[in-house]
């Protein structure tokens, strides 16, 4: 049996105001910019996907736990699906991982005029990581309940006698406070994002996530009214790296007058 | 910094449009519909390396599209929020005379979307699959794992739901406009 005349066309049984009203439909397009919007968050996700994947692996694999985030650091990393498929389970806490580490990221994508208001924010300039810190007895033992919840199979977990925390625990400790800070922004507790940031760039100088950690102290500096500061580092983030995803949303508030 | 490879730049230019529109008939609000868009892509990215080529992209992207909607829709907020209240979708059409401008035409198919919200998902997806995508009936079993039958079945009840809610969109219409007069 055939399928019946679509609606749309003109010797269907529908009526003219109903083939209107569906027709209307058609007409529904995506906004000018969306396209390039969405990309760029897909480019940060991927990204950070992949150095999380590449972290895991060279951790579990070589028990040395800073070559995979010292090598994606220093020349790009090319991870393709296969390859993160390759990766199994790690993928899996890679993703869980990267969705709280660009959570912080996250909030650059809401409009920057939204945010809250008032005084004065001094944060270091990016740094992108060569090699993770070690974490801040202070900073594991103070944050635990905005630490990422993630499922670690027991064979990737470092031995409780270590004294060493390993590169994907300094990553866990430098996302958790960095999604703290990002909470703190969004509910408009300034002073308390500020003091995030400052022990961010105090106990993670070459933190793997520099660059998330410089977009949230710029959005900080706005949400103070401090739009000037804002603006030269948003400049500043820009020269320093022009290909990051998030350059081209901080361009256009380097663009605004 | 890792990026995508190129070819999955090439099919998202190619399909963005595809995907986004098609979120929005599956009932995905217009705020949200970046946020869902990015997820269907990046569920794609990783998911590319099991594409068998069995069927043509935008299908496949399809399927990713309706499952991030139906998880969408089945949110608590979402579901109080998506337009289906009689009042909203008068006030969405207005005057359907008069459809000629651009507010117009917005007008319309925010009506048109509110008629949509109120069609079970099942029917929804047939509906919008079928009158604005324009796949085959077949092409639909395929791609939602039922048989033809089921399609025709849920085609023909989101048809006469359709007319229902558009026949009572013009009575109440033209009633205000009456009472306008």
């Known amino acids: 049996m055939a399928d019946p005349q679509r609606f749309l066309n003109q010797i269907s049984d529908a009526d003219e105001f109903e083939r209107k009203l569906l027709g209307s439909l058609q007409r529904v397009q995506p906004p000018a910019d969306a396209k390039s919007e969405a990309w760029a968050r897909i480019e940060a996700q991927v990204a950070a996907v992949a150095l999380v994947s590449a972290t895991l692996a060279s951790t579990a694999a070589a028990g040395s736990t800073a070559t995979a985030v010292a090598s994606s650091a220093g020349s790009p990393l090319t991870v393709t699906p296969l390859v993160l498929k390759a990766l199994g389970s790690k993928l899996t806490l890679g993703l869980a991982l990267a969705g709280s580490v660009l959570g912080a990221s996250a909030l650059l994508w809401t409009p920057f005029h939204s945010r809250p208001a008032p005084s004065v924010a001094s944060v270091a300039p990016p740094a992108r990581a060569t090699l993770p810190e070690p974490i801040p007895a202070a900073i594991a033992t103070e944050e635990p309940a905005t630490a990422p919840r993630i499922a670690v199979p027991a064979s990737e977990r470092p031995a409780k006698a270590s004294a060493e925390p390993n590169a994907s625990d300094r990553l866990n400790a430098e996302s958790a406070l960095l999604t703290q800070a990002r909470a703190q922004l969004r509910r408009g507790d300034t002073a308390e994002a500020e003091r995030s940031l400052a022990r961010l760039r105090a106990n993670f100088p070459k933190g793997v996530l520099g660059q998330e950690r410089e977009v949230l102290a710029i959005e900080l500096l706005l949400a103070q009214g401090n739009t000037e500061a804002a603006r030269r580092r948003a400049n500043a983030f820009i020269a320093a790296h022009p290909k990051s995803p998030h350059s081209p949303q901080l361009s256009r508030l380097a663009g605004d007058p | 910094m890792s990026e995508p ?134 092409d639909i079993a395929t791609l939602l794992n039922v048989s033809v039958g089921t399609v025709r079945s849920r085609l023909r009840l989101a048809r006469e739901a359709f007319r229902r809610e558009v026949k009572r969109l013009s009575a109440g219409t033209a009633g205000g406009r009456k009472e306008a007069v």
């Open chain 2, 5 to 138: 490879p190129a070819d999955f730049r090439a099919l998202y230019d190619a399909h963005f449009d595809f995907v986004w529109r098609s979120l929005r008939r599956l009932g995905v609000r217009e705020p949200d519909v970046l946020d869902l868009a990015q997820k269907v892509f990046l569920t794609a990215y990783f998911k590319l390396p099991e594409f068998e080529g069995r069927s043509l992209v935008s299908t496949w992207l399809f399927g990713i599209a309706q499952r991030v909607a139906s998880d969408y829709r089945r949110s608590a907020p979402v579901r109080r929020e998506v337009a289906t209240d009689d009042a909203e979708l008068e006030a969405a059409a207005g005057d359907h005379q008069d459809f000629s401008s651009e507010s117009e035409a917005r007008r319309l198919a925010h009506a048109a979307e509110a008629i949509l919200n109120k069609l079970p998902e099942p029917q929804r997806t047939v509906f919008v699959l079928f009158e604005l995508e324009e796949m085959s009936g077949q």
